[in-house]
């Protein structure tokens, strides 16, 4: 079956990176594009990042900041985050949708705090 196990985050002062691992299971992993969601606390879930075979999308909070990048061998995506603010804090999850279906990992959560 599908599977998505994020790691990677923790507390992280303002101004400082965070790199996010998500490895991938269950399926041909290549031929999927590949999300970054996060949930802060009572606000909604948005997309952060995605990647493609060939191209990338970021939300406009994160442009020029975050990083995504994939590796099809190790069937792993990844969230490279920099000059993080404290409204970055929130759960981060991995996502994939397949046929349709929506994918979740469980999430890591990044705090960013003084």
Not at 44 to 54: D, K, M, N, P
Not at 77 to 105: F, H, I
């Amino acid at each position: 079956q599908v599977q998505l196990v994020e790691s990677g985050g923790g507390l992280v002062q303002p101004g400082g990176s965070l790199r996010l691992s998500c490895a991938a299971s269950g399926f041909i992993f290549g031929l999927y594009a590949m999300g970054w969601y996060r949930q802060a606390p009572g606000k909604q879930r948005e997309l952060v990042a995605s990647i493609t075979s060939g191209s990338t999308r970021y939300a406009d909070s994160v442009k020029g900041r975050f990083t995504i990048s994939r590796d099809n061998a190790k069937n792993t995506v990844y969230l490279q985050m920099n000059s993080l603010k404290p409204e970055d804090t929130a759960v981060y999850y991995c996502n994939t949708r397949l046929r349709g279906d929506d994918y979740w990992g469980k999430g890591t959560l990044v705090t960013v705090s003084s």
